[in-house]
């Protein structure tokens, strides 16, 4: 990664920004869409520490099911399992990660408990970071916490602006769940992917066809996106999410790309990482818009770079030149609306997520 913008401290802003700023996309209740026959899409509640929790897809064949996405609660995961064992007595043999991020695969060692055997499937580049990251969070999952404390304990926050009545009550609660999160973390769940691709892999599983692609680079290096196409579904991981994209990590002009090429496929429903399955034309629609944000700050970024410099000292002022140059405000307006609470959502990570990113692979040109 690319000058400050490390992984983990994606990892650490979408705590506290959930924590703290999440509004419909907040998730109180487990639910299940179904898409096709033996299709399912789960979407979990947020983690008791006010972590989200990625949705997983559950695809049934012939002969055996084929999981996206593992979410982030060992628990979570046990209890997919328990209901995939009620629609079905075939075996989950092929586990899909969408790319690294924790909400997205630390349920993997409960799949993989539960199914000997089971190829648990991502591309090459994200193997390695859930080998390199699965064990720095667990160690760092108590100072996170400790973190918030002093947060509530001083009344500031880490970017030094006071904390406000509204964002308190949040960061407590965080704070309450932790300890029952930390104890399923205790065993270490994570489990690294053993079936790596590079671009494409098909799965037959039985009577049912399903495409593994890597379009490109996106939301990590290491995207996939899970398409049935006799059945027009595309699981999307966070290439895209809803109702605001997460932008927190990854190469903004590749996902525009990305976002593209997946846009061909013309599926009739997109489930996205985080937030309701989209059909057909909402989701092109919404594909559509992400596009044209992430490639209105990027070009904004980079001509602010070169206007006012590409040295890393030089962040803050070219920051406050793209501030000046992108209409922010209509794009929160364009995405969420009136919603003062997703506003505040989209302030505080898409938006300083955008800059950041765009920053980081701007200034190395």
């Known amino acids: 990664m690319k000058f400050f913008l490390r992984p983990l401290l994606f990892a650490a802003a979408s705590l506290v920004a959930a924590a703290t700023l999440r509004a419909d996309y907040r998730t109180t209740e487990r639910s299940v869409t179904q898409l096709a026959e033996g299709v399912h899409v789960i979407r979990h509640p947020d983690a008791p520490d006010g972590f989200p929790q990625g949705n997983t897809t559950v695809v049934i064949g012939n002969e055996s099911v084929l999981v996206v996405d593992s979410c982030y609660l060992p628990s979570a995961a046990r209890e997919d399992i328990a209901q995939i064992r009620q629609w079905t007595g075939k075996p989950v043999r092929y586990l899909v990660n969408t790319h690294w991020h924790y909400d997205h695969q630390l349920g ?165 990482g985080h937030g309701d399955v989209l059909s057909a034309e909402k989701g092109q629609a919404h594909v559509q818009l992400t596009r044209d944000y992430l490639l209105d700050v990027t070009a904004k970024m980079k001509a602010a770079v070169h206007k006012l410099g590409n040295n890393p000292a030089d962040f803050e002022k070219v920051k406050a030149e793209v501030l000046k140059t992108v209409d922010f405000d209509a794009w929160r307006q364009k995405f969420v609306g009136d919603n003062k609470d997703d506003q505040a959502y989209f302030d505080g990570f898409p938006k300083e997520g955008a800059l950041t990113v765009s920053f980081a692979e701007t200034w190395p040109q």
């Open 108 to 272: 993997n060692g409960a799949y993989a408990d539960e199914f000997p055997g089971l190829a648990i499937i991502a591309h090459a580049e994200t193997r390695d970071q859930i080998r390199g990251m699965n064990p720095g969070w667990f160690e760092r999952y108590p100072e996170t916490f400790a973190r918030i404390q002093k947060t509530l304990d001083t009344g500031i926050r880490s970017n030094g602006q006071p904390l406000t009545a509204e964002l308190r009550p949040r960061l407590e609660q965080a704070l309450a769940g932790r300890k029952s999160v930390q104890e399923e973390f205790i065993a270490r769940p994570g489990r690294v992917p053993n079936v790596t691709l590079d671009r494409e892999m098909t799965i037959d599983l039985g009577g049912r066809i399903v495409r593994v692609l890597h379009l490109g680079r996106g939301n990590t290096a290491g995207d996939v996106v899970v398409h049935l196409p006799v059945e027009g579904i595309v699981a999307a991981g966070d290439l895209i999410d809803t109702p605001v994209p997460y932008i927190g990590s990854g190469y903004l002009r590749d996902q525009a790309d990305t976002l593209q090429a997946m846009a061909r496929l013309e599926p009739k429903w997109f489930v996205p």
